[in-house]
């Protein structure tokens, strides 16, 4: 399955549909966030983290549904990976700057998560983006990588472990450590998926290139013929011609 491959039938099936529920549930928990970062009301933070764990429950169904009855599709390859970047990304921005920690610090922090994990995250998924069309033009079959798959479950614990950072930040914030952890998963992940589109696209490279000096060699080879026949038909002609003169003569 290629993830340039699109049928409007796969829109619709079951594992996509879920990925549809999913990406919903992103301006969901942001807008729970908000209120709890605003109100300081603690019933939107569980809010929040109850969607947030239904949307993350729900990739697991979607990868099983479309592993057991063969429904992966082209429309999938490509939305499923959207919806978690846009979950994680989103989680991240909230878990940074729109709870604030009730008179809890941790390494100069007063939220439930910091910045720099929101970068390290940001900065792998744009280069995720930048690689995504390449792939789609160069015709590379994109293959599931368990190691990207368990990073993604791991970024995702580490995400409910941070609504209660509060409670774990006196003994070490192994929430934060659950989030490095993740982190490094995915860069060492996208590494994989680097070499093996690599090693795919070395031979695509190739026969595109023979084929187009396939068409540039066929072409004189039919330039040559044509100029051939051509003076094939001129000496004809000249021999027509002298044989005309001699039968006068």
Not at 29 to 53: C, D, H, P, R, W
Request: charged residues 20%.
């Amino acid at each position: 399955m290629k993830i340039n491959q699109f049928d409007p039938k796969d829109l619709l099936t079951i594992p996509n549909i879920i990925t549809y529920f999913r990406i919903l549930c992103v301006p969901a928990f942001i807008v729970m966030s908000v209120l709890a970062g605003k109100q300081s009301n603690e019933t939107f933070i569980y809010i929040a983290l109850g969607i947030f764990i239904i949307a993350a429950a729900s990739d697991l169904v979607d990868g099983m549904l479309a592993r057991r009855f063969n429904w992966g599709s082209g429309v999938g390859m490509l939305l499923d990976p959207l919806a978690d970047k846009l979950m994680h990304i989103s989680m991240a921005i909230c878990l940074c700057f729109a709870i604030r920690l009730d008179g809890v610090t941790f390494l100069g922090c007063e939220y439930y998560l910091h910045w720099g994990f929101l970068i390290a995250i940001a900065a792998k998924e744009i280069l995720m983006i930048i690689l995504a069309p390449i792939v789609a033009k160069s015709g590379a079959v994109v293959k599931a990588n368990m190691i990207g798959k368990v990073a993604s479950a791991t970024l995702s614990i580490g995400f409910i472990m941070c609504f209660f950072h509060k409670y774990l930040a006196p003994y070490g914030g192994w929430d934060w450590a659950v989030i490095a952890v993740a982190i490094l998963q995915s860069y060492f992940a996208f590494g994989s998926y680097v070499i093996d589109i690599t090693k795919q696209l070395i031979p695509i490279m190739k026969e595109k290139k023979a084929a187009k000096l396939g068409v540039a060699v066929n072409g004189e080879t039919e330039r040559a013929d044509s100029v051939d026949e051509v003076k094939t038909e001129e000496t004809t002609t000249e021999d027509n011609a002298n044989e005309d003169k001699t039968e006068n003569n």
